[in-house]
Structures are given as C-alpha cells and as structure tokens.
C-alpha cells in the first residue's frame, strides 16, 4: 500500500500475508490492521489536497479517520 498527498508519497506499507479477505469473506477471514500516517501542516497546500491510496492488489477497509491535533497555543 502506498499513501500519497498531492501526488507526493508519504508512507508505503507492505502487508506479510494474503489473508484471501478480498475475494472470499472479508467478514470471517480478514485480519484487521491499523495504519497511522502523519501529515504535518507544511504538508498541506491552499485549497484542495489529494490524499490516494494506492495498492496493487485488494485493499478492504471500513474508516478513514481525519483528526487534527489541538494547537496548545491557541
């Protein structure tokens, strides 16, 4: 798995074993792993950012979760 924003990659991820989840029951089968990227604010640009996430297989996945760490100085 690669994850890009703004066509820049920032972390790939390689997954050990093919757990079948994809093509057979995902909701008997699939082994649930959690994947945190960072992206810091210098990272963002104005506007629209485009965050892709690209495989070269089966990908599953139930949340995508955006949170914002709180500015201790605000």
Do not use: F, W
Not at 4 to 24: C, F, I, P
């Amino acid at each position: 798995v690669e994850v890009d924003l703004n066509k820049q990659m920032l972390v790939t991820h390689y997954y050990e074993r093919n757990d079948s989840a994809g093509y057979r029951s995902a909701l008997r089968g699939g082994n649930y792993e959690l994947l945190t990227v960072t992206i810091t604010a210098d990272q963002l640009k104005s506007g629209v950012n485009e965050l892709a996430i690209k495989t070269d297989g089966y990908l599953l996945y139930d949340t995508l979760k955006l949170e914002q760490d709180r500015d201790e100085n605000a």
